[in-house]
């Protein structure tokens, strides 16, 4: 997307009309312009001098937001950019015109009303006339800005609501000129009656006050708009200014632009991270809460990744660079609030048609206000201030900022929480969600195997996982890793002769005598697997762990089980989606038992086993018939489902393909922060629905009051002051966002619900149709963890007409989806290169 800053625009007409110029310009697919940030964002292929020209032409302008790629990297977080440089200008008018003001209200109103003091020259109408005329002439020149934009729009067929503005204090000056003339041929007849009436029905001070009225209101709104871009101001006011490169062994601080991929950079105790890196040398602990919203600092040491703009707490430590400029993870985040704020959501679809009409509407019910007083026999003085007051109370503008504001503070409240809304759209839908789609590894579980049980025998448990480790110590396996990491801090013993015996586990000799370790089957066909001990590793087995059998000395020493943990969070998160009226489905490739013990540990209402990556996108298309459908993966095979889904939802700790697929990414990398992704998607939902309501409320009601038709006969100022709290109400309103707390479920409400039932049939067809297509069973010896899960299944669905696999080492077999016809020693050959041992095909 191509951004551009637009000026000139004053309500959500002007950006209507901006944003219907540029969609004609050949080679543009999309456009949004945002009135909140005077921006403009545009995909396609059409060049900038095109689209700058045909902003240009419907009477506003254009530049590209930034001229080049070396300068998006140079200043990529400007803070200059979002620098508010309409209200100081406003002020400057307003200051200009206060006291011209005051001074026409004390003689148009304080003199003529209410009997204050004037010099005796004023006791002629004429004279204080010619006076008022000066003044608010003097007043709608200072003013002028509202003149000349509003009548160009309305040259360029598109008015708006300095359109409004233009015509209702225009209207009220040639008005009162026009009176003043017949006051001066009255006074020329001596008509001493027709002056004074000629003389109470001037407007000059509507036509000096309206201007000035909706100036304060502009003033306001600019303050209120500029405090709902503030958590985007806050994230680049984090940017890094400066860095310490290390270079022939000497330290230099450059400016943060100079620093390159590979570079060497220095970070010293409470200073910022410059770039993204990897640590080279030392450790510490880092605050990463400016992008994560975590307090509690990080460990990071030699081999552990960096982010700019978090601080380093206390050690030393040096990093090579790997991401700079607008390719650092704070920039990616600041890209995405900004690009959030330029698109818009599909609520702003029905504000945007009323938009478009609006003033030409309000326009012709000036007119007929204007004509029916007249038909109904009152003064031209009455119609022409009901006319008047009805273009100045109108407000377009409380329309056009009804969603943009909202979106902004929402998006700013979602960084804040670590929670990126890469769109308006994405922010508005993820509110909408009523099915929820679980990734298993890396999403609802932890993705790395963790040691879950030590069942010793003859020994204590830490004999047991000292033994294992030492046995495992120079293994590669997953799972020896994971008996590594529990033994941490432990002295190991020496084993020698390690070897290991593939598809059947590991041995060496510690102290002269034999170690081995290994499956249950491996363990049990070398006679060192009791009943007791098989029922105890079946049991952790139907529980989703992964049993290791040891020995030493030709004694069994005990059991340890391995398994991929859910995260802390997980259960918690699910129980909040469901008590949000959610319905939650696990889709994993896993085997059918791993699968139902971690979602009865996590409390997921439906699982789905087996699915392969493109089966896990037909699986959201099916559901996505249902209702809303939102999908939660980290990795690459989840891409596909979260580009179908209608909210694809990104956990942040995973590949950069996921991320990219993705409408939503939380950074945490936690399932709660989805639960507060849907939360505080609907609270900006809600606030959206009080702005559009309060905006259409307001119109509704003003217009009819403006127009006379309660009884009451509203001057044109009132009018204007009216209009001007309309948008100002609107932006506070959106504030209010900045109070939501996405993490608390305390308000949370069950919603357009799906019935269970419906979910459980489409859950149902979706396996019956997998149990109905041609299907081989090979029962396989070796297999001992979800690792050689993986090798079987690799080697399987490399071979044609092969569709799919899914290996199950607990139950010793591989089921095999075939899209053809496949040959048993086709499919035995497979396996068994990969040393497993292929015991008949089913």
Known sequence: MERYNVTGMSCAVCAGRVEKAVKEV????????????????????????????????????????????????????DEDALKDRETPKLKKRLLWSLPLLMVLMYFSMGYMMWGWYAPDAFENHV?????????????????????????????????????????????????????LFLMILAQGRNDHETVMKYGMDMYFESAAMIPALITVGKILEAKSKGRTTD????????????????????????????????????????????????????????????LTGESIPCDKSVGDRVSAATINTHGYIECRAERVGEDTTLAQIIRTVSDAAATKAPLARIADKVSMVFVPTVTVLALITFAGWLIAGRTLSF?????????????????????????????????????????????????????????KTGTVTEGQPAVTDIVPLGRDSDELLMLAASLEKNSEHPLAKAVMAAAEGMELSEVTDTEVLPGSGIRGRLN??????????????????????????????????????????????????????????????????????????????DNERTARAVAESAGVDHVIAGVM?????????????????????DGINDAPALTVADSGIAIGAGTDIAIDAADIVVMKSRLSDVAAAVRLSRATIRNIHQNLFWAFFYNAVCIPLAMGLYGIGMKPMYGAAAMALSSFFVCMNALRLNFVRPHDPSHDRSKNMVSTEAVEKIVSEITNK????????????GMM????????????????????????????????????????????????AKDYKVLGVE
């Open 26 to 77: 050949d080679g543009v697919t999309s456009c949004s312009v945002s009135l909140l940030t005077n921006s403009m964002g545009v995909e396609g292929t059409a060049s900038a001098e095109d689209i700058v020209m045909a902003v240009e032409k419907a009477g506003y302008g254009a530049s590209p937001e930034m001229a080049s790629q070396e300068k998006r990297s140079a200043k990529w977080a």
């Open 785 to 832: 963890c979800p690792h050689c899960e993986a090798s079987v299944k690799k080697a399987l669905e490399e071979i044609n007409g092969v569709e799919s696999a899914a290996a199950d080492h607990t139950a010793g077999t591989a089921v095999v989806t075939l899209s053809a016809p496949v040959d048993d020693d086709v499919l035995r050959k497979a396996v068994e």
């Open 231 to 290: 958590a985007l101001k806050g994230l680049v006011r984090l940017a890094p200014k400066t860095a310490v490169l290390l270079k022939d062994g000497k330290e230099m601080e450059v400016d943060i632009g100079e620093v390159g991929v590979g570079d060497i950079f220095a970070v010293r105790p409470g200073e910022q991270i410059p770039v993204d890196g990897i640590v080279t040398k030392g450790s510490t602990s880092v605050n990463e809460s400016a």
């Open 770 to 781: 997998e149990d109905n297509t041609m299907t081989k069973t090979i029962r396989i010896e």
């Open 383 to 439: 119609a022409a201030a009901r006319a008047i007051s009805v273009l100045v109370i109108s407000c377009p503008c409380a329309l056009g900022l009804a969603t943009p504001v909202a979106i902004m503070v929402g998006s700013g409240v979602g960084a804040k929480n670590g929670i990126l809304f890469k769109t308006a759209a994405a922010l508005e839908l993820a509110g909408r969600t009523q099915i929820i789609a679980l990734d």
């Open 512 to 589: 002269g005598r034999e170690v081995l370790g290994g499956s249950l089957r491996s363990m049990a066909a070398k006679g060192l697997a009791d009943d007791s001990l098989s029922r105890q590793a079946e049991e952790l087995a139907a529980e989703g762990k992964t049993p290791l059998i040891f020995a030493y000395d030709g004694k069994l020493a005990g059991m340890i089980a391995v398994a991929d943990r859910i995260k802390e969070d997980s259960a918690k998160a699910v129980r909040e989606l469901q008590g949000m009226g959610i319905q939650t489905v696990m889709l994993t490739g």
């Open 127 to 179: 004279f204080l006339g010619l006076f008022e005329l000066l003044l608010a002439a003097a007043v709608m020149v200072i003013n002028g800005k509202f003149f000349t934009s509003g009548m160009s729009a309305l040259l360029h067929r598109s008015p708006n609501m300095d359109t409004l503005v233009a015509l209702g204090s225009g209207a009220s000056f040639v008005y009162s000129v026009a009176e």
């Open 613 to 633: 990556p493109e089966g896990k996108a037909d699986v959201v298309a099916a559901l996505k018939k249902l209702g809303k459908t939102a999908m939660v993966g």
